[in-house]
Every structure is written in C-alpha cells, then in structure tokens.
Antibody
C-alpha cells in the first residue's frame, strides 16, 4: 500500500525552528520528487516546495513565502523526506502535507506557531 | 506567484453538470500540461481527481473530466451526486519551476 506519513509537528514559538519528517512506503521513493504543501485552518492549499531525485541532483525549489527560511532534504536510504523550518512566523501555522504528485496524500502534521 | 483564480462557489442539482474554472497566466496554465485538480471533503486530505489536464487516476469516476484552453483550465462534473459536495482546487506547474494552487471552489449539491 502506498503511504506517506508526516510527523514532527507541534507547538513552536515565533522565531523558532521545527523539522518535519515524511516517511514513504509502497512505491519507489528514490525515483520520486517529493513536494510539501500546507493548509491553514479554513484556508486553501499552498505549495511550499519540492525536492527532486538524485538523478536530478536533488534540486530544490521553494515558494517565495518560505524561501530562505525552509529547507527540504531527503534520505533515500530511509525512504524519508524532511522539511526544516526556521524563523517561524504565526502565518506558518498550518497542516503540512508531503506528497508525491500522483499518489494519495497522507493526513498531514499540524504546526502551530504561537507564543 | 499569485494563486490561480477559481470561483468561490458553484452549485447544481443532482444529475446536472457543473464546470469549475481555474484561470492563470501564460507563465503557468498557458504554458504547461501539468495541470491537476483535487477534491477535498471537510476534515480529509485532498484527493487527486485529474492530472495532466485531462487524465483520471485509477478509481476516479468518469463523471469527472478536465480540459484547458489558453490560460484557463476547467473541471466538469457530470451527473452531479451528493457525494461530490466538497472543495475543489486546481494546481499548475509554473515557468519558475514551482507549483501554484488555485483559490479553491466550494461545490454545493442543491
């Protein structure tokens, strides 16, 4: 069964850091680009960023709203992708999803930025 | 990159057909085949309904169809059913090597 399971969310103060994990199973993780998408409560979907495969030099790209603050990485040996978030703002509060564009989404992990 | 523009709401009666538009620019929808549509029920994760403009993933009803003309993509739901009531989002690859989502459309079955 194809699965993407996000973890690592929680409550963090403004200006703080948090690292999310995305554990994949049921498909060839190393051959797949992985994206991060977020959704604030009651709001729409916002694309956060993407990491390509080893064959594409693990190239990353980010939304303007998080560029310079968020970093996506991956460990193909562990079938896991990561989203390192720093300098967090209250507006970063959202459910964060990791996705492979054509596969079913997981349930996401909630990040709350608040003092 | 601004969000793609969708109508806030669309409604229809059971059995009718409705169409949701998704308007972008020549830097996104107008210049790519990578346009997708997602369905999201309250409290649930989004579900892919259409990819590459008009392709349906396995298991998605053929009542859902997608198309594109210039800078606008469209999702048509035919034979509207109560279970189709949900939020729908389009997305597009962009010329900046990023992705952008639409503003979202709430579909109501009357």
């Amino acid at each position: 069964e194809v699965q993407l399971v996000e973890s690592g969310g929680g409550l963090v103060q403004p200006g703080g850091s948090l690292k999310l994990s995305c554990a994949a199973s049921g498909f060839t993780f190393s051959g797949s680009s992985i994206h991060w998408v977020r959704q604030a409560s009651g709001k729409g979907l916002e694309w956060v960023g993407r990491i390509r495969t080893k064959a594409n030099s693990y190239a990353t790209t980010y939304a303007a709203s998080v560029k310079g603050r968020f970093t996506i990485s991956r460990d193909d040996s562990k079938n896991t992708a990561y989203l390192q978030m720093s300098s967090l703002r209250t507006e970063d509060t959202a459910v964060y999803f990791c996705i492979e564009w054509l596969l079913p989404w997981g349930q996401g992990t909630l990040v709350t930025v608040s003092s | 990159q601004s969000a793609l523009t969708q109508p806030a709401s669309v409604s229809g009666s059971p059995g009718q057909s409705i169409t949701i538009s998704c308007t972008g620019t020549s830097s996104d929808i107008g210049n790519t085949k990578y346009v997708s549509w997602y369905q999201q029920h309250p409290g649930k994760a989004p579900k892919l309904m259409i990819y590459e403009v008009s392709n349906r993933p396995s298991g998605v009803s053929n009542r859902f169809s997608g198309s594109k003309s210039d800078n606008t993509a469209s999702l048509t739901i035919s034979g509207l059913q109560a279970e189709d009531e949900a939020d729908y989002y389009c997305s597009s690859y962009t010329s900046s090597d990023t992705q952008v989502f639409g503003t979202g459309t709430k579909v109501t079955v009357l």
